[in-house]
């Protein structure tokens, strides 16, 4: 039985604007104690992977808050938003799919958001407390997107997804956010000094929109990194996600770099994400292969240097199954969690 202040008691819906101007969903879950208030995070349409589960249901966001008045919020209404695993499992009862076709990833995560969000403020712990299981305390390093392309971007642009600096040497959370900042900002004024028609322009997640081939832009962020490292004495290192799935065409069997004007086969595109990671020092690889091709991935876990770390998003999309599939492989060095995939 729920305690008196974490019963959830209601739970109301809207449909809001994300930082992209695309319509998602947002509830307020409300206990005795308690409150939250979530917005379902939702990746940009051209960037979602093939296995990811759906964002709502079949019909769209209007059919989907349809369900949460007739079905959904009825069967949460009087559960215990602490007990976690409960609020979970009765979500994906409701849903009965293995990969929430009926409901809808963004639905399933925003409601259990909003339910741990708020048995957390009833109770008075924030919820990282909560969730903490282990002894120590520590923060990951955030990467820094610099410059953009592939589906973020629109226009003339690299073509893979991502061109990151990654603040190893920060001993902080806070100096790597300001590291990263400087790099970004270095990275603006070197390519205004390139000239090319460069307006200043970003793609949807602020790296900087330029036309470039692939090449270029880690030069780019090569020389913006060296810059804020001898600025800050804090070493810096790059990396990159590819999203391959966005360059990979089924009818031609090849990686299309369009902006480079080249088609890869899949032996040369092994051969060429190797050659990145050596010329620029590549620590983290992500997204190098289709997300269909697990052996291409296992072939660049053992050809990359110790230093890389190969990293698996949309081959894995979180996915339980598919994860399995890939550790057996041994097809990744680590893997992106995101919980409305």
């Not at 790059?238 to 009818?251: E, H, Y």
Request: proline share 5%.
């Amino acid at each position: 039985m729920p305690t008196p202040d974490t019963a959830i008691t209601a739970i109301h819906h809207r449909t809001v604007f994300d930082s992209r101007g695309v319509e998602t969903l947002e509830v307020d879950l409300h206990t005795p104690a308690g409150f939250s208030r979530m917005a379902a995070p939702f990746g940009a349409p051209g960037s979602r992977g093939e296995f990811e589960a759906p964002a709502y249901a079949p019909a769209g966001l209007a059919a989907t808050r349809s369900l949460l008045d007739t079905e959904i919020i009825p069967r949460l209404l009087g559960l215990d938003a602490a007990d976690q695993e409960t609020v979970d499992e009765t979500l994906m009862e409701i849903d009965g799919t293995a990969n929430f076709e009926r409901i809808g990833g963004n639905t399933s995560t925003v409601l259990s958001l909003a339910a741990a969000n708020a048995a957390s403020d009833a109770l008075g712990i924030p919820l990282y407390e909560r969730l903490h299981t282990g002894d120590a305390w520590t923060l990951p390093l955030p990467l820094g997107n610099v410059v953009g392309g592939g589906a973020h971007s629109l226009g003339p642009a690299p073509d893979m997804q991502e061109h990151l600096v990654i603040p190893v040497g920060a001993t902080t959370l806070r100096q790597a956010v300001e590291i990263n900042l400087r790099v970004h900002a270095e990275a603006g004024r070197i390519l205004e000094k390139r000239g090319r028609g460069f307006a200043g322009g970003m793609d949807d997640e602020d790296a900087w929109a330029a036309d470039l081939t692939d090449f270029e832009a880690f030069e780019v962020v090569e020389e913006a990194k060296k810059i804020v490292e001898d600025a800050e004495g804090v070493e810096l290192r790059l990396g990159t996600d590819l999203a391959a799935d966005r360059l990979w065409d089924k009818a031609k069997q090849a990686y299309v770099y369009d902006r480079e004007g080249v088609s890869r086969s899949r032996e040369e595109q092994l051969d060429f994400v190797c050659e990145l990671i050596e010329r620029f020092d590549l620590i983290y690889v992500e997204d190098a292969f289709d997300s269909n091709d697990y052996d291409a991935f296992a072939e660049l876990n053992r050809r990359a240097p110790a230093r890389c770390l190969v990293s698996a998003d949309d081959v894995f999309a979180s996915n339980c199954e598919r994860t399995q599939v890939g550790i057996g492989k041994d097809a990744a060095r680590l893997m992106i969690v995101k919980p409305n995939q």
